[in-house]
């Protein structure tokens, strides 16, 4: 049995700027509040006592710190980062301003089909969730016994892979919450992926 511990990293500056398009924004780091967000994870996984077997990481600035700030200085070294973890990509639309992409005569191109829409230099929907759905195997495939794995990643991802992994409906993906530092666990068994929980936040609400 393998259970997969998909987290969101913390809160960045790219995340208080809802009206630009950020894609992958791979330098951006986290916030005061992303460092808060990140410390109250640590305590409810040190409360837990939850230890991963395995650790995967975005390359992405937020991630590497979120993770840096959650694990323990003896897991740093078990640390792999993976490239197939990586947000999705806009392209040359990063860093333009929503409104000034996404007017009437987008959305009358799109029609509802956001999940293969993409910037000509960029990823769609379809291509994140195929990456992720791809690499779940591979982890898999490589996995001896039952082992805990964490993976520190992005939130388009991780609803993207969801949403592919379960056959729910591509239309409504951008719907599912990701919120900052929420943990999303997967369980593989006997051939089936089975969602024990999904943009669980709890530990946000912990007081200090």
């Not at 500056?13 to 967000?37: H, V, Y």
């Not at 805990?148 to 379960?166: D, Q, S």
Request: hydrophobic share 40%; charged share 25%.
């Amino acid at each position: 049995m393998i259970q997969v511990y998909w987290i969101r990293h913390a809160e960045s500056f790219a995340n208080t700027r809802p009206d630009i398009i950020s894609g992958r924004s791979n330098e951006t780091p986290l916030t005061t509040l992303g460092e808060l967000q990140a410390m109250k994870l640590k305590r409810r996984l040190d409360l837990e006592a939850l230890h991963f077997d395995e650790i995967y990481v975005s390359p992405a600035v937020r991630t590497q710190e979120t993770a840096r700030r959650v694990l323990s200085e003896s897991d740093f070294s078990r640390i792999k980062y993976d490239e197939q973890l990586q947000e999705l990509d806009q392209g040359s639309l990063t860093g333009l301003r929503k409104i000034e992409v996404y007017t009437p005569e987008w959305y009358a191109r799109v029609n509802g089909d956001y999940w293969h829409e993409k910037a000509i230099d960029g990823e769609s929907q379809a291509e994140v969730a195929a990456r992720g759905v791809s690499w779940l195997k591979e982890i898999v495939k490589c996995s001896i016994g039952s082992k805990k794995i964490g993976v520190f990643g992005h939130g388009g991802m991780i609803k993207y892979t969801l949403v592919e992994l379960l056959d729910m409906r591509r239309d409504l993906a951008w719907r599912i919450p990701i919120d900052n530092t929420s943990i999303t666990c997967l369980e593989y068994h006997e051939d089936v992926w089975l969602p024990l929980c999904v943009n669980d936040s709890a530990h946000l609400r912990l007081a200090f």
